[in-house]
T-cell receptor, first 112, second 117 residues
C-alpha cells in the first residue's frame, strides 16, 4: 500500500519568513495530493491540492510543487502570519473515491 | 464547499457500553465515507472505508466486530464502538467524497472526542 513520509515534524519560522514542508510517497499510481491544515481539536481543512498532470499550483501565499519522477511534493507558505500556526498534513491517493494516506504531520509555529 | 456534519462532538461513556457516532453529508451524496482515528499529536489513521449499501472495508489491525460501520444511505454513515474500553478513547473523524465532479476531494466532519471511563 501507499506510504507517505513528511518532514520536518516541527518547524518554527519568524513571522514574514517562508515555510517549506516536504512529503514523499511510494505508490506510483497516486495522482492526487492534498494538503490539510488542522488546528487543535478541529477538523482538517483543505488548503491546496495538486493533481499529477501539473507540476505546481499557487493560491495567494500558498503553493504546492510536485515531482512525479522523484515521488515527492512540497508545500510552500510565504509571508507567514501568526494565524498560519497549526499542524499541516500532506496526503496522497489514487484519485476518485480512493482512500487518502496521510503523512505524519508538521507542527508549524510562527514566531511574532 | 460541501459540508459534512458529525455528531456527537464529544461523548463520555462507561466502560463496557457502546457508542454510536453519525456522519452526514448535508448537501451532497457521498458515494464513499472514511473513518479515521487520531491520537493526540499524531496523524489520522484510516480505520475503514464504507460505500453505500455494501460492507465496509477495514484496514489491517482494525477489529470489524468492535468498530461497526453502517452506510445505509448516500448521506449517512455510522460508526459504533462496541463494548468500549479506556483504550478506545480517542478522536474519531469521518470524511466523505462525492461532493465534487471528480469525487476526489475529501470533506471532513468536525470529529468526535470519545472518552471511556
Amino acid at each position: 500500500g501507499e506510504n507517505v513520509e513528511q518532514h520536518p515534524s516541527t518547524l518554527s519560522v519568524q513571522e514574514g519568513d517562508s515555510a517549506v514542508i516536504k512529503c514523499t510517497y511510494s505508490d506510483s499510481a497516486s495522482n492526487y495530493f492534498p494538503w490539510y491544515k488542522q488546528e487543535l481539536g478541529k477538523r482538517p481543512q483543505l488548503i491546496i491540492d495538486i493533481r499529477s498532470n501539473v507540476g505546481e499550483k499557487k493560491d495567494q501565499r500558498i503553493a504546492v510543487t510536485l515531482n512525479k519522477t522523484a515521488k515527492h511534493f512540497s508545500l510552500h507558505i510565504t509571508e507567514t502570519q501568526p494565524e498560519d500556526s497549526a499542524v499541516y498534513f500532506c496526503a496522497a491517493s489514487r484519485g476518485g473515491n480512493e482512500k487518502l494516506t496521510f503523512g505524519t504531520g508538521t507542527r508549524l509555529t510562527i514566531i511574532p | 464547499g460541501a459540508v459534512v456534519s458529525q455528531h456527537p462532538s464529544r461523548v463520555i461513556c462507561k466502560s463496557g457500553t457502546s457508542v454510536k457516532i453519525e456522519c452526514r453529508s448535508l448537501d451532497f451524496q457521498a458515494t464513499t465515507m472514511f473513518w479515521y482515528r487520531q491520537f493526540p499529536k499524531k496523524s489520522l489513521m484510516l480505520m475503514a472505508t464504507s460505500n453505500e449499501g455494501s460492507k465496509a472495508t477495514y484496514e489491517q489491525g482494525v477489529e470489524k466486530d468492535k468498530f461497526l460501520i453502517n452506510h445505509a444511505s448516500l448521506t449517512l454513515s455510522t460508526l459504533t464502538v462496541t463494548s468500549a474500553h479506556p483504550e478506545d478513547s480517542s478522536f474519531y473523524i469521518c470524511s466523505a467524497t462525492g461532493g465534487t465532479g471528480s469525487g476526489t476531494e475529501a470533506f471532513f466532519g468536525q470529529g468526535t472526542r470519545l472518552t471511556v471511563v
